[in-house]
């Protein structure tokens, strides 16, 4: 069962071009949450690294 437009729906009744549509966008949606999690992750990491460098700047550098 998915929602589509406030209605239940049985994705196995679907044949034809509406299985394909709906198939593609499950992949579409299934890529777009991994490039989200990625996303997420390189924000850390990015965060983790920066915190890093203000800790280990050379001596008489501005450590804001």
């Known amino acids: 069962m998915f929602t589509f437009e406030k209605k239940e729906y049985d994705e196995k009744k679907l044949e034809g ?6 198939d593609n966008i499950t992949i579409i949606q299934k890529t777009k949450d991994d490039l989200l999690h990625k ?6 990491l990015e965060a ?5 460098l203000k ?3 050379p001596n008489g ?3 804001k």
Not at 17 to 22: H, I, P, W
């Open 17 to 22: 071009k509406g299985k394909v549509a709906f």
């Open 39 to 44: 996303l997420e992750q390189q924000r850390i």
């Open 48 to 52: 983790h690294y920066t915190e890093i």
């Open 55 to 57: 800790t280990n700047l």
């Open 61 to 63: 550098e501005d450590k």
